[in-house]
């Protein structure tokens, strides 16, 4: 019954490996993110796609590539992973717009690069 | 940036004790929110105050939003240790769809 899903929870890798997270919603939620929180928590936005489409990209290096197969999925590959790529990745989803952007996150997961 | 401010960056009380907790913003909101973030865990919503309210209630939580001052505050009254985590506010400064979150506060409740 989990709305918003992540895998995988840990990925510890090298640097200039490259790696997938995935995200999954079961919320029929039509908006999806990508954050990342840094060791010092700072949380801050990467992107959204609304039914499929970018809507929101943060000067984030191009290495991050978010595809969203469908508005229930939204994936982010990183390539050359690099040390500062070590953070919590979070993906969040929200309900069709109307309202206020209320966000349901995932549990996390925990990116280490060697 | 426009990244909201918290204060105190970390609290410690005792069972039973309120914390309050604040937090700052730079630009002018529609709303604003605060989530929990328990350790090793997403962040969830707990409340959301709109710009045109001046306090909310919900449970043991209770917010107030000042925007002549552009700061909220979150008081969780008879705090319990379940309450241990992390304290984020959040607004819609960024834009819709882009909430921007603030540096956090770290709150420890003792037995």
């Known amino acids: 019954d989990t709305a918003v899903s992540q895998t995988p929870k840990y990925l510890v890798t090298q640097m200039g490996n490259d790696k997938s997270i995935k995200c999954e919603q079961n919320l029929g939620h039509d908006t999806m993110y990508w954050y990342k929180q840094d060791s010092k928590k700072f949380l801050k936005i990467m992107f959204s796609y609304n039914n499929k489409e970018l809507i929101i990209n943060e000067t984030v290096p191009n290495r991050f590539s978010p595809k969203s197969p469908d508005k229930a999925h939204l994936n982010l590959h990183i390539n050359s992973l690099e040390l500062g790529d070590s953070a919590v990745y979070f993906c969040a989803s929200s309900p069709p717009s109307g309202g206020p952007d209320t966000q349901y996150f995932g549990p996390g997961t925990r990116l280490t690069v060697l | ?111």
């Open chain 2, 1 to 111: 940036s426009q990244q909201g401010e918290e204060d105190p960056q970390a609290l410690s009380i005792q069972e039973g004790e309120n914390a309050t907790m604040n937090c700052s913003y730079k630009t002018s909101i529609n709303n604003l929110q605060w989530y929990r973030q328990n350790s090793g865990r997403g962040l969830v919503h707990l409340i959301l105050i709109r710009s045109n309210e001046r306090e909310k209630h919900s449970g043991r939580l209770r917010v107030t939003l000042d925007t002549s001052k552009k700061s909220s505050s979150l008081l969780i009254t008879a705090s319990r240790a379940a309450d241990t985590a992390s304290y984020f506010c959040a607004t819609d400064a960024g834009g819709f769809q882009k909430l921007v979150f603030g540096t956090g506060t770290r709150l420890l409740v003792s037995p």
